[in-house]
């Protein structure tokens, strides 16, 4: 099993917006990077849901539960999709600010790479946010 985390802004799809929905398509990602990242998902690959802009914090957990797929809004044809089904809130919502302040998160991609939407987390951070998060890894 692989790690990951996606980025979204909570004004356009929320942690409650995926928990109401249950299953979702992670849809709209429009670069290369975060787009090979979507196509090295397998299922049952989990993945930090995490609210951008103003929040900037880990809120929930989410599996992938089909893998990449052609994305029907990208009329290039060059983007793809997953869907991903809510597994659970976190009990701590971990900030931006408590991961760069963590020295064991140095190589983060998230804080490496700050603009990428879908980013691998590895099995050693994953390990690592969860129990910042208080929850099981």
């Known amino acids: 099993m692989a790690y990951w985390l ?6 356009a799809w929320s942690w409650d917006d995926q928990v109401r929905d249950g299953v ?11 787009n090979n990242n979507m196509l090295a998902m397998r299922l049952g690959d989990k993945a930090f849901f995490y609210h951008s802009v103003n929040e900037k ?8 539960v089909k893998e990449h797929y052609l994305d029907p809004t990208d ?6 999709m997953v869907d991903v089904k809510a597994v659970r809130a976190v009990k701590t919502p971990v900030t931006l600010a408590d991961m760069k302040a963590n020295p064991r998160l140095e190589n983060l991609a998230l ?7 879908v980013a691998p987390v590895s099995d050693r951070e994953w390990k690592i946010i969860c129990a910042m998060a208080g929850i099981e890894a």
């Open 24 to 34: 979702a398509e992670w849809d709209g990602v429009r670069n290369y990077q975060a």
């Open 75 to 80: 009329r290039s044809g060059r983007f793809g």
């Open 6 to 11: 996606f980025k979204s802004e909570p004004g």
């Open 111 to 117: 804080l490496r790479q700050s603009r990428l939407s």
């Open 57 to 64: 914090r880990i809120v929930g957990v989410v599996e992938v």
